[in-house]
DNA sequence: GCATGAATTGCGTACCGCGCAATGTGTGCT
DNA sequence: AGCACACATTGCGCGGTACGCAATTCATGC
């Protein structure tokens, strides 16, 4: 959501109430999808038995989310959003390749997982590794993640420029994403060990960076 | 296609007229969704349409592609894929960040256009800026291509490691991705400048690996 | 030529995404 | 409390899509 709707809305005003609710079947739904998708497989999993299992109609369901994909990638992308987030909350003398670990680290702690069950994480990737359909709206919720990491960056090394920005936030997922799919083949060691060696190779380069 | 299906087409040994036909019927479907939904946008083009700009059945077109969005990201995933070829020629001595860069550019040069119209990349950068929709095949294309290019990365520094290679093929293409996203909002400076000098933000961390 | 296997095609089906209008429901004001 | 409004949900309907299946066409190698 652009910065001018989130000013509309709050000018509108809508109670909390609402919007909770809207939060919630979004959610729900979304949560509803994967665990169908896991348990019997993306193919066999239908709208009506999505929306059924929350208890809202199929129209419902595609009016928070335009497929099934999408509803599951939702999740993703909510999560790597928050790299943006943590970003921005790390101190302001931190060299930037120590922040962009942290940050980017932040999503793997226990804590971090709002509303997700443990384990969450490697259940979803296999999905979307077993899933080849998946790979759009998964891609694109981490693009769009990516541009709003590009942004944290940008407001944080305001001298760096745009295409530095850009480049380093990319850099950030696409080592994530290395990260995640060198340990989901092999198992050694620990996800978070195999993710934060795949930033070190790519964070290599901003060493000086603050 | 794997190497192993490709070894066992070449057993099959399928003469060189169908082989060729279908080659050429999969490129004009591709290149025919890509050219009408450039001028009527996507959402106007219809599946029909498209089969007939090429005089074959709609269940022609689906035998090719599971969608338009499918067919046009082909035709950007066909030229991403020259990349890990491109590497592969590259001179055994050279740097690899140089190698990357030089091979990385190589689909900038006009004589790389086979088949496509010169100016090509502009239009096809613009449509897929212009059509959120195509976001998702696009993405999946440019990941099936970096795959390809981790590959190549891992034949040609085979001590690196199978986290290094993807990571720096990750990075490639994410840069190459900012470039190009860079140079269309700005339009200052040449296209094949903007990734050239975002290449070279992200490959610095990797300067001395030959 | 002719057998063979692959590619194309027509048809039928299940399903999807969304526009539209009606209905239900939380919210703020008086 | 009651009321009016805005927004969320829902049912309906339609155009369109993806794909299985069986029939047909067509290039290929003998």
Same mark, same amino acid.
């Given at each position: 959501?652009?910065?001018?709707?989130?000013?509309?809305?709050?000018?509108?005003?809508?109670?909390?109430?609402?919007?909770?609710?809207?939060?919630?079947?979004?959610?729900?739904?979304?949560?509803?999808?994967?665990?169908?998708?896991?348990?019997?497989?993306?193919?066999?999993?239908?709208?009506?038995?999505?929306?059924?299992?929350?208890?809202?109609?199929?129209?419902?369901?595609?009016?928070?989310?335009?497929?099934?994909?999408?509803?599951?990638?939702?999740?993703?992308?909510?999560?790597?959003?928050?790299?943006?987030?943590? $970003? /921005? @909350?790390?101190? =302001?003398?931190?060299?930037?390749?120590? &922040? !962009?670990?942290? *940050?980017? +680290? %932040?999503?793997?702690?226990?804590?971090?997982?709002?509303?997700?069950?443990?384990?969450? $994480? /490697? @259940?979803?990737? =296999?999905?979307?590794?077993?899933?080849? &359909? !998946?790979?759009? *709206?998964? +891609? %694109?919720?981490?693009?769009?993640?990516?541009?709003?990491?590009?942004?944290?960056?940008?407001? /944080?090394?305001?001298?760096?420029?745009?295409?530095?920005?850009?480049?380093?936030?990319?850099?950030?997922?696409?080592?994530?994403?290395?990260?995640?799919?060198?340990?989901?083949?092999?198992?050694?060691?620990?996800?978070?060990?195999?993710?934060?060696?795949?930033?070190?190779?790519?964070?290599?380069?901003?060493?000086?960076?603050?």
């Amino acid at each position: 959501m652009c910065a001018y709707c989130r000013a509309v809305e709050s000018l509108t005003a809508a109670g909390p109430r609402r919007e909770w609710n809207k939060r919630q079947t979004r959610f729900d739904l979304a949560m509803a999808a994967f665990e169908l998708a896991r348990r019997h497989g993306l193919g066999a999993v239908r709208v009506p038995q999505i929306a059924e299992a929350v208890g809202v109609s199929t129209r419902t369901f595609n009016n928070y989310f335009s497929s099934r994909e999408q509803a599951i990638a939702w999740l993703a992308g909510r999560r790597a959003a928050a790299v943006g987030d943590a $970003l /921005r @909350d790390r101190p =302001d003398g931190e060299p930037l390749d120590r &922040a !962009l670990t942290a *940050a980017a +680290l %932040t999503q793997y702690r226990p804590a971090a997982q709002d509303g997700l069950p443990a384990g969450w $994480l /490697r @259940d979803f990737r =296999d999905l979307v590794a077993r899933e080849p &359909a !998946l790979h759009g *709206a998964y +891609l %694109t919720a981490m693009a769009d993640a990516e541009r709003d990491l590009a942004t944290a960056i940008a407001e /944080r090394v305001p001298d760096g420029g745009q295409l530095f920005s850009q480049v380093v936030a990319s850099m950030v997922f696409g080592a994530e994403r290395a990260g995640v799919r060198y340990w989901s083949e092999h198992r050694d060691g620990t996800l978070v060990d195999a993710v934060r060696q795949a930033l070190a190779v790519g964070l290599a380069g901003i060493g000086g960076v603050r």
